[in-house]
C-alpha cells in the first residue's frame, strides 16, 4: 500500500540552527512528492514539490528538500530557522495522477526556540 | 482576493444536526477537493470532484454527501452530526485532469464542533 511517514512529530530547534524534516513514502506509481506547511489556524501553503529532474528541489522561505529514490526519502531542510518557521509541517505523494489524489505523512511540528 | 474560499469558518452545533459547509474557488482549476484533519492533525482525503465529476469517494460514512453545482464550486452536507465529524474540513482544488501532478491549493478550512 502507498503511504508516506514523517519520522519524527516533532522537532525542537533553536533558532538560527540548521534543521531536518525527514519524509519516508511507499508509492507504485510515478513519484510526485510536496512538503506543505500549516501554520496555527490556517489552511496548508505548499512549501516545494518534485515532480522530475533535478534531486534537489528548492521551495519558498530558504526551505529545500532533496529527492532519493533509492531510499525512497524526501528530506525537508533549512540551513537556518527563524522563530516564524514555527508550524506544521506535511509530506505528501501523489498516489493517482489520474485523480491527484495526495496522501499526506502524520505531519512534523517544528518548534523554533529562541 | 481569496484562491479558495470557505464558509463558514467556524461552526458549532448539536449532535443531531445537518449543516453544510461551502467552498468556491476562483483559479479556474477543474478538480476540488474536502480533506478532513482530525484532532491529531491527520490529514485524510473525502472526495474529489472533476469539472462536477465525482472521481473519489473515500470511505466515509454516507451522513456525508458532496455536491458540485459548478467546477468552480464544491460543497460539503453533513446529516445527524455525531461526535466524532469535529474537526477541521479543508477544501482544496487543483487544475485536475489526466497526469496531474495533485498540487493543491488550500482553502482556511472550516472548525467543526458537534457538542
Known amino acids: 500500500a502507498q503511504s508516506v511517514t514523517q519520522l519524527d512529530s516533532q522537532v525542537p530547534v533553536f533558532e538560527e540552527a540548521p534543521v531536518e524534516l525527514r519524509c519516508n513514502y511507499s508509492?507504485?506509481?510515478?513519484?510526485?512528492l510536496f512538503w506543505y506547511v500549516q501554520y496555527p489556524n490556517q489552511g496548508l501553503q505548499l512549501l516545494l514539490k518534485y515532480l522530475s529532474g533535478s534531486t534537489l528541489v528548492k521551495g519558498i522561505n530558504g526551505f529545500e528538500a532533496e529527492f532519493n529514490k533509492s531510499q525512497t526519502s524526501f528530506h525537508l531542510r533549512k540551513p537556518s530557522v527563524h522563530i516564524s518557521d514555527t508550524a506544521e509541517y506535511f509530506c505528501?505523494?501523489?498516489?493517482?495522477?489520474?485523480?491527484?489524489?495526495?496522501?499526506f505523512g502524520q505531519g512534523t511540528t517544528l518548534q523554533v526556540k529562541p | 482576493d481569496t484562491a479558495v474560499s470557505q464558509t463558514p469558518k467556524y461552526l458549532v452545533t448539536q449532535m443531531g444536526n445537518d449543516k453544510s459547509i461551502k467552498c468556491e474557488q476562483n483559479?479556474?482549476?477543474?478538480?476540488m477537493y474536502w480533506y478532513k484533519q482530525d484532532s491529531k492533525k491527520f490529514l485524510k482525503i473525502m472526495f474529489s470532484y472533476n469539472n462536477k465529476e465525482l472521481i473519489i469517494n473515500e470511505t466515509v460514512p454516507n451522513r456525508f454527501s458532496p455536491k458540485s453545482p459548478d467546477k468552480a464550486h464544491l460543497n460539503l452536507h453533513i446529516n445527524s452530526l455525531e461526535l466524532g465529524d469535529s474537526a477541521v474540513y479543508f477544501c482544496?482544488?487543483?487544475?485536475?485532469?489526466?497526469?496531474?501532478?495533485?498540487?493543491?491549493?488550500f482553502g482556511e478550512g472550516s472548525r467543526l464542533t458537534v457538542l
Open positions: 505528501a505523494v501523489n498516489v493517482d495522477s489520474n485523480t491527484g489524489k495526495l496522501i
Open positions: 482544496a482544488s487543483s487544475p485536475g485532469g489526466r497526469g496531474t501532478t495533485g498540487e493543491l491549493f
Open positions: 483559479l479556474g482549476h477543474d478538480t
Open positions: 508509492s507504485s506509481v510515478s513519484v510526485y
